[in-house]
């Protein structure tokens, strides 16, 4: 009888820890789904969303991740519904990180062809790797964001002579920016903006072509209505000229999958690393990429352009890859 009890008892303590295994299995897989399935939801709905929202659709393919967790531990728990769950969160989460946006070779002749840089240097401590850069890649047009008067006074003593034509804002930290051009410059209207964002309509070989620089205000916890409206100032900036070539360039501080940039996307602008097949690549934060990160440094165009190749290319002292694209204009209609 004692031996017969002992192996009850063992039988049923074995099976009280599967069963707090399993509930703890499913407890775990609830919470990620649930968090997963916020960010989803608002993705679903073409909505940024409050904090944490925008933070997390910023890495939006990595949420494949704990949505795999989560369906384990369904799994392992014996959770169907959960397990269903999952299976539909992995299905959605694939559909959305497919690209957005338009595609396609543009009409009429080539007439123009181009390389554009951006950069952002962090505060300027990444200046003299820019200069480096500039000096080997030979970009014709260089956008710089947070450039601050040292690193102003650098680019005008290193790169003044080969680039003779700027728009520039200059101010402390991360406010101020930079353009730098080897075409004439007709200076316009900035984008208004916390940080600077100044543009300008460049001759280009006796073509017109508004540059504009973005560096709208990153979705910092409780300060993403601010990161909206300046995003959406940048939107309507490229919707008000359709008729004329447009580069618009920088740190967006947003991705793909981020509502506010598509619609910057939605007026008919391209992204050159979409176009040339580089539409994941990740460009922040420096430190883990290409491993992990997102991208949130762009060069849009309009569709008067057709992007040849597009480079992420590291500099140190900045947690930003810079971005170079080079592009051809084509003559419209």
Known sequence: MD????????A???RERR?????????????????VGVAVGFRVADSDGLTPVPQLLAFLPWLLV???????LSLFARWWTGLVGAVVLLGLLAWYIEPYGKIGDPDGAAVASFRVLTSNVEFGHATDALVAVVRREKPDVVFVQECEQTCDATLREALGTDYPHRAAQIADGSKGSVLLSRFPLTATHPVPGTMAMPGAVADVRGHAVRLQLAHPMPPLPGRTDLWRRELAELRDFAAEDDST?????GDFNASQDHAAFRRILDTGLRDAARLTGHDRTPSWPA????????????????????ARTTRFLGLPGTDH??????VTLHQHG
């Open 3 to 10: 031996t017969a009890t002992a192996e009850w008892t063992s």
């Open 12 to 14: 049923g303590d074995t």
């Open 19 to 35: 069963g707090c295994g399993r509930r703890l299995g499913a407890g775990l897989a609830g919470l990620l789904l649930a968090g």
């Open 66 to 72: 704990p949505t795999g967790v989560a369906l384990l």
């Open 245 to 249: 070539p447009l580069v618009l360039a």
């Open 287 to 306: 430190r883990t990429t290409p491993t992990f990160g997102v991208q949130i440094d762009h060069v849009l165009l309009s569709p008067h352009f057709a």
């Open 321 to 326: 890859r810079a971005l170079l694209a080079d």
